[in-house]
């Protein structure tokens, strides 16, 4: 979600259309966030770009909203998924926000999300302190935190088959937080993380195409427990990118499950996760 793929940044053949949408979609989520509960309105102007259900009356845009389309109006650099993958993400946002929404990366992408998510939480956790400094540079109203990782990629392999092996993994025992037995667990993430429940959850982090790196492993086994563990009603919204990788793939399907998944657009799959109501010993993720 940032410097591994800022590095090869590639300006889209499809740039204006992802204008268009971006601008649509701020105005559609200053419009939600108005008048949440009023009636639909005209949507000629929007002329076809699926931007869901809108409600007349102010069109006052939120300010970080303005700052997005400035943002985008007027950068080269644009974010790092397909316009059809930010659309998957984009169409759920319309139905749930203003919403919980956990992202594992930040990126050039980031303003993006939040200003989808006008009046709700956006959260970003990011691995490299220096990326979040120069992130916030530009963009200090984002809500970034640097978190840490006990993984390497290399060891996704053991990982796998070993997690079986420690009950602090396996339910009914699963905890996230001070759940130092379980390597995969992330047990040391900002307290903000884990005093919320969180509607939508966007692994894009960390960063998972070198042996040293520490993979994804961690984040995708945490958003299975944190979906799994939800007490709210309805399912946890969880975005897998980069799924043409083996980890991600694997591990997704291990713990986030082929019968949860219900969106394959790209290189992005959506998974609706609900809860569990009496997770049993014995039990597993899927």
């Known amino acids: 979600m ?42 000629s102007f929007l002329c076809g770009l699926d931007v869901g259900i809108l409600q007349e009356t102010d069109t006052t845009a939120a300010p970080i909203q303005l700052q997005a389309i400035l943002h985008y109006a007027t950068s080269k650099v644009v974010p790092q998924q397909s316009l059809a993958e ?7 946002l319309q139905r749930v926000a ?22 709700g939480t956006t959260l970003f956790l990011e691995e490299d ?15 970034a935190r640097t978190v840490p ?3 390497q990629l290399s060891e996704a392999d053991e990982l796998l088959k070993s997690y079986k092996q420690e009950a602090a993994c396996l339910p009914p025992r699963i905890r996230l937080q001070g759940n130092d037995a379980c390597r995969l667990a992330l047990s040391n993430l900002p307290e903000q993380v884990y005093e919320r429940e969180w ?30 563990n939800r007490q709210k009603e309805g399912v946890t919204h969880v975005f897998l990118h980069d799924v043409d990788r083996k980890v991600e793939r694997v591990f997704a399907e291990e713990f986030l499950c082929a019968k949860y998944r219900v969106k394959a657009t790209g290189r992005l799959w959506h998974f609706e996760i609900p809860p569990v109501t009496n997770w049993k010993e014995g039990d597993g993720f899927c």
């Open 149 to 151: 990782y006990r993984t």
């Open 199 to 228: 509607d939508l959850i966007m692994i894009d982090a960390p960063r998972g195409y070198f042996n040293e790196a520490p993979g994804r492993m961690g984040a995708i086994f945490s958003a299975a427990v944190m979906a799994r």
């Open 86 to 92: 930010i659309r998957v993400s984009f169409n759920v």
């Open 2 to 43: 940032k410097k591994e793929k800022a590095m090869g940044n590639r300006l889209w053949a499809e740039r204006p259309l992802f204008i268009a949408l971006a601008i649509a979609a701020f105005m559609a989520g200053a419009l939600l966030l108005s008048n949440f509960h009023g009636r639909s309105a005209d949507r």
């Open 129 to 143: 302190p220096k990326w979040v400094q120069s992130v916030l540079k530009t963009a200090p109203m984002l809500n």
């Open 98 to 119: 203003p919403c919980n929404f956990l992202v594992f990366g930040l990126g050039h992408d980031s303003l993006m999300w939040t200003s989808f998510n006008p009046g």
